[in-house]
Nanobody, 120 residues
Framework: QVPLVESGGGLVQAGGSLRLTCAAS????????MGWYRQAPGNQRELVAT???????NYADSVKGRFTISRDNAKNTVYLQMNSLKPEDTAVYYC??????????????WGQGTQVTVSS
């Protein structure tokens, strides 16, 4: 088992900022890509941002210029800095990691989700 533990969600006013953190632990050999996804009520889960082991990033058009994804490979941790938040950013945010275990299995792991609510 490789749990992903997320933190940093909460309630913020429009224009404000939040920083999400996701840490992976357990039987990890290496982590390839890590990323953040979100799901608003009634909507499908959508990609927010991803980052590879070589720090190549990809963002949804809706968050470009406002959100920044980064990672600390030594800590198996990925961050999402969210600035200039809008009410439409309100969703449950999920962390994802594509990794290789110490038993040489490549698996996709999801966090439990953290709620981000942006008030207008």
């Amino acid at each position: 088992q490789v749990p992903l533990v997320e933190s940093g969600g909460g309630l913020v006013q429009a224009g404000g900022s939040l920083r999400l953190t996701c840490a992976a632990s357990g039987s990890i050999s290496s982590i390839n890509a890590m990323g953040w996804y979100r799901q608003a009520p009634g909507n499908q889960r959508e990609l927010v941002a991803t980052i590879t082991s070589r720090d190549s990033t990809n963002y949804a058009d809706s968050v470009k210029g406002r959100f920044t994804i980064s990672r600390d490979n030594a800590k198996n941790t990925v961050y999402l800095q969210m600035n200039s938040l809008k009410p439409e950013d309100t969703a449950v945010y999920y962390c994802n990691a594509n990794l290789r275990t110490i038993t040489n299995l490549r698996i996709d792991v999801w966090g439990q989700g953290t709620q981000v609510t942006v008030s207008s």
